[in-house]
């Protein structure tokens, strides 16, 4: 069975900086492509940054330059790290998985199929 669980969320001023990270088991980690997403209370999921199995990332130009996806596939921990964070950040943050698909992420949530319960980030001005 497939498990993602994100942490790192929490409260920061504008400016300032979190990593998350999201914890896989239950499948191939390296295989998949990885991503992260967001939602605020009223608004559909967005994509945040992504990134496949040869490494290739691609970001939401909303957080371009200030945002950076990893992967450990030694531990199966998918990272993001957020720096000069703004009160537009904030969301629910979530972990995704695309199973079927390694080579080629697509950046919507449709594209992905197992996801993690989410962690919030409260930026503050």
């Known amino acids: 069975q497939v498990h993602l669980v994100e942490s790192g969320g929490g409260s920061v001023q504008a400016g300032g900086s979190l990593t998350l990270s999201c914890s896989a088991s239950?499948?191939?980690?390296?295989?998949?492509?990885m991503g992260w997403f967001r939602q605020t209370p009223g608004k559909e999921r967005e994509a945040v940054a992504t990134i496949n199995t040869s490494l290739r990332t691609t970001f939401a130009d909303a957080v371009k330059g200030r945002f950076t996806i990893t992967r450990d596939n030694a531990n199966n921990i998918l990272f993001l790290q957020m720096n000069s964070l703004i009160p537009e950040d904030t969301a629910m943050y979530y972990c995704a998985a695309d199973l079927r698909f390694g080579i080629s992420c697509v950046f919507k949530p449709d594209g992905f199929t197992h996801w993690g319960q989410g962690t919030q980030v409260t930026v503050s001005s």
């Open positions: 239950g499948y191939t980690y390296p295989s998949a492509c």
